[in-house]
C-alpha cells in the first residue's frame, strides 16, 4: 500500500469499492455516520464493524492467500530447572521451574473468537469499545477511522482470515512446583509410637512469565487418540499450541502427613 492507504476497500472515488486500498480520506467520506448496510426493503442486513473486511493480497499469484509463514507450534528450546535443599537438618525445600522459547507461535484462536466473531464474541473490552465507538452517532469520522484501524490491526480474525492477529509468541517461564518438608525429629516422633513424621506443604503453577495474551500458552486445543478404520481422525495427534476455549491449568495447593509405625 501506499502512504495514506488502508487495507479497506469499501469505497473509491466514484464512492463504491474499486478493487484497489481506500485512502484515508475515502473512508473518512464513508464513516462520516455509522456504517449500515440495508437490504432493498430498508431493512438493516449488518453493520458497523461486520462491514469492514480487509483486503486479503495473494503475493505469489498461486490462488492462496494464506500461505504465508506463521511461525511454527514448537519451541526450539524447552526444559526445566530446580533446586533441593535441606536446611538445619530437618527442613527440606525443593523448587521446580519449567520453560519454552524460541520462534515459539501460539494460535490465540479463544480470543480471536472472542475478538472478530459477530455472534459469540465482540465480548473483550477492546472490541466492545471498538464497536461502539464506530456505531455511536456522536463519533467524530476521526474516531471512527481509529476505529477501523483497530478493527484491521489488532482486532480482525477468523476465516477467511486466518493468523490475522490471532498468533503470538508464547514463550513463558513458570514457576511449576515449590515443596516444604519438615522432617519431625526422632525425639518427639518415638514419643508418638511411630518410626517417622514429616509434614508437607507444597504448591504448583505457583507463578507463570510470558509475553502471551492468552488465556494459558501451557493449553491445547487437541488431546491425542487413534486412527479411524479409513485412517483419518489423526489430526489431533498433529495440532499443537492451539490455545482454543480451556481452561489456564489450576493453581494447587496441598498438605500431606507422612507417618511410619
Known sequence: MNPGELPYDVTGPAG???????TEAELLTYLATPPVARDKNGNITSYGLTLLNPLRVDEDGNGDPLDHYLGKSVPDWQGSFGASATILRNLEVSALFEYKSGNYTITNLTDAFRKANPVIGRNLR?????????MN???TPEQRLGAAKTWAYDLKALSPYDGL???ENGKFLRFRELSLT??????YVQKLGLRYLSLTAAGRNLALWTPYTGVDPEINEYGRGGANADLTGIDQ???QAIDAFGFAL???F???VRMGL
Open 16 to 22: 463504491k469499492p474499486d478493487g484497489k486500498p481506500d
Open 126 to 134: 477492546k472490541a466492545a469499545e471498538t464497536e461502539a465507538t464506530m
Open 137 to 139: 452517532p456522536a463519533s
Open 165 to 167: 492477529n490471532q498468533n
Open 182 to 187: 519438615y522432617n519431625v525429629p526422632n525425639h
Open 237 to 239: 495427534n498433529f495440532g
Open 250 to 252: 489450576p493453581r494447587r
Open 254 to 256: 496441598t498438605f500431606t
